[in-house]
């Protein structure tokens, strides 16, 4: 069955940088969309960036110029780097694949890690 198991989560300045790191199991990695959504407390749960499968990017406005998604197809791993860090990105951090890579950027697709948590203080 598909897993995917995200960390590099953890508590952070405001202008620090982290990167996450999303291990994918159980599925043709190189032939799915990959992308990552975050939920804050109360809110819902919103797309941060998507890589498809060639390679095409997308991102959440509020994040362009200071976070990137990039993969790893030969360690199954997609990663983002994020820079610049703000306290509104404080979330939980998930991370989502699919074949389709417009399901991915649409709301997520069928698979969904179980999350990681970033706190950017102040």
Not at 12 to 28: K, P, Y
Not at 32 to 53: C, E, F, H, T
Not at 67 to 82: E, G, H, P, S, W
Not at 96 to 104: I, L, T
């Amino acid at each position: 069955q598909v897993q995917l198991v995200e960390s590099g989560g953890g508590l952070v300045q405001a202008g620090g940088s982290l990167r996450l790191s999303c291990a994918a199991s159980g599925m043709a990695f190189g032939l799915n969309a990959m992308g990552w959504y975050r939920q804050a407390p109360g809110k819902q749960r919103d797309l941060v960036a998507a890589i498809s499968a060639g390679g095409s990017t997308n991102y959440a406005d509020s994040v362009k110029g200071r976070f990137t998604i990039f993969r790893d197809n030969a360690k199954n791993t997609v990663y983002l780097q994020m820079n610049s860090l703000e306290p509104e990105d404080t979330a939980v951090y998930y991370c989502n694949a699919d074949s389709s890579f417009r399901s991915v950027i649409g709301g997520g697709g069928n698979y969904w890690g179980k999350g990681t948590l970033v706190t950017v203080s102040s």
